[in-house]
């Protein structure tokens, strides 16, 4: 049976909750996939093998999430729809989107293999490391097809208001990832190339599993033959939704590919560190995560029925909520961050590098619970442009900048560096608020 939600009746808190603890989770697992190949190599490779797993794993990651930023346009389009009580055109719009991913997936995969070891030089790979983060962007290139579908099965359904099937793909995936990570880089001494190879191969898995699931469901609509037909409104739907989406997405991940390529320059210790905390932020910036993407879906279907006031007291629910939360997050990545770096790495000095990083991202905490889900708001709204803009003006005149500023100050400190982040984080902010006062004042909403 099918678990599409309705979030345009009744109460909204309780739904809304209902819905983001699967999502919160689903990151959570998705987060703890990636944290996995990162903790086994930590554990069982070199310190160059972190590197180029945390450097790899960053590119790839920046390309995967511009897709699925990008499919991001099917899930506020299908909401729409159900909004409208016209959920019968989702197997048209399924299926195009379906057909434009793929094509996408074609051209990445003979792409990325050809211009990784260009995109390991962009990044400053440190020497030690960069025959490896070479093989880890190539192993993941040609398995980029399979990735792109594992996204996109959850950008579907929570699009239908169903959070609790791409929880279930993820599930599948991490159980898989970490077999294949215990056998590859802790059994057969594979290091970076064995984490690339169990991440394609578990996501593979988990898709050929997820479609025999999805064959079992109730849906609010069929997709047929009948609907692989080009229908080009429909796919300038989803681009004209999705592409300011992705290409917000994909230049605040360049952005911090920027900064990641900054603290390369400053050593293989600086840039394992880094690597280590970021893989550490994956976690503490759950909830807010979480809220942003089901923002989107409760806000594109209020948005559909004319409900605007719905969706204007789901942003202040799901802003308490995650405040109440980021003050506690905040508290364990400030002062107990070697803590929590320490279950990724073994070596006291990526450690301490990683602790000191982690505390400005700490401080961040205290202000993405307002940005994202303010992006998810604008997201469900169809405000995408200015998600788009806003983004662009906090990563490239706000982060890349200080955190270049940072980079050339004697001594160098990778905490001032991090600082970059949420001084962007709050410029953001004000700009969303500017544009929240905006938006009430054109729909006369007090």
């Not at 309780?14 to 930590?42: N, T």
């Not at 300011?244 to 390369?264: H, M």
Request: glycine content about 10%; proline content about 3%.
């Amino acid at each position: 049976m099918s678990k599409q939600n309705n979030f345009t009746e009744g109460p909204i808190l309780g739904p809304l909750l209902k819905f983001a603890i699967p999502v919160l989770f689903a990151l959570f697992l998705q987060s703890l996939y990636g944290a996995v190949d990162l903790m086994i190599v930590g554990k069982f490779a070199a310190a160059a093998d972190v590197s180029g797993v945390s450097t790899g794993s960053q590119i790839m990651m920046t390309l995967t999430n511009f897709v699925s930023a990008l499919s991001m346009g099917m899930t506020v389009f299908l909401g729409q729809k159900i909004g409208e009580k016209k959920a019968e055109e989702g197997g048209e719009i399924v299926a195009n989107g379906i057909m434009l991913f793929f094509t996408i997936g074609i051209a990445l995969t003979l792409l990325i293999p050809v211009f990784a070891p260009g995109l390991a030089s962009l990044m400053n790979a440190p020497a030690e490391a960069f025959d490896l983060t070479v093989s880890y962007i190539r192993i993941c290139g040609l398995g980029i097809i399979v990735i792109i579908s594992y996204n996109l099965i959850g950008s579907i359904f929570r699009g239908l208001g169903d959070s609790m099937t791409p929880l279930i793909t993820v599930l599948i995936a991490c159980i898989f990832n970490i077999v294949g990570d215990l056998a590859l880089v802790a059994g057969f001494g594979m290091g970076t190339k064995g984490a690339a190879i169990a991440t394609v191969a578990a996501q593979f898995i988990s898709v050929a599993i997820s479609l025999v699931m999805i064959k079992r469901k109730t849906l609010p609509f069929t997709i047929s033959r009948k609907c692989f037909v080009l229908r080009k409104e429909h796919i300038a739907k989803i681009l004209f939704i999705g592409t300011p989406i992705a290409l917000q997405d994909f230049l605040v991940g360049i952005s911090f590919l920027v900064i990641l390529a900054i603290v390369n320059s400053l050593g293989l210790v600086a840039s394992a560190g880094v690597g280590v905390a970021q893989k550490v932020c994956g976690f503490i910036m759950l909830i807010p995560s979480a809220f942003a993407q089901s923002m989107s879906a409760f806000v594109s279907q209020n948005r559909g029925a004319g409900k605007f006031d719905r969706a204007f007291k789901g942003l202040r629910y799901a802003i308490g909520v995650s405040f109440i939360v980021a003050i506690v997050m905040f508290y364990a990545g400030f002062f107990h961050g070697d803590l929590l770096s320490g279950i990724f790495a073994n070596d006291t000095d990526v450690i301490a590098a990683s602790w000191d990083y982690l505390k400005a991202y700490a401080i961040d905490c205290l202000f993405t619970c307002f940005l994202f889900c303010f992006i998810g708001f604008f997201n469900g709204m169809e405000y995408t442009k200015f998600v788009m803009v806003q983004g662009i003006i906090g990563a490239f005149l706000v982060r890349i900048p200080v955190s270049y500023i940072m980079s050339k100050q004697d001594p160098v400190s990778l905490f001032y560096i991090g600082l970059a982040t949420p001084c962007s984080t709050v410029m953001q902010i004000i700009m969303c608020f500017g544009c929240l006062f905006y938006l009430k004042k054109k729909l006369n909403y007090n």
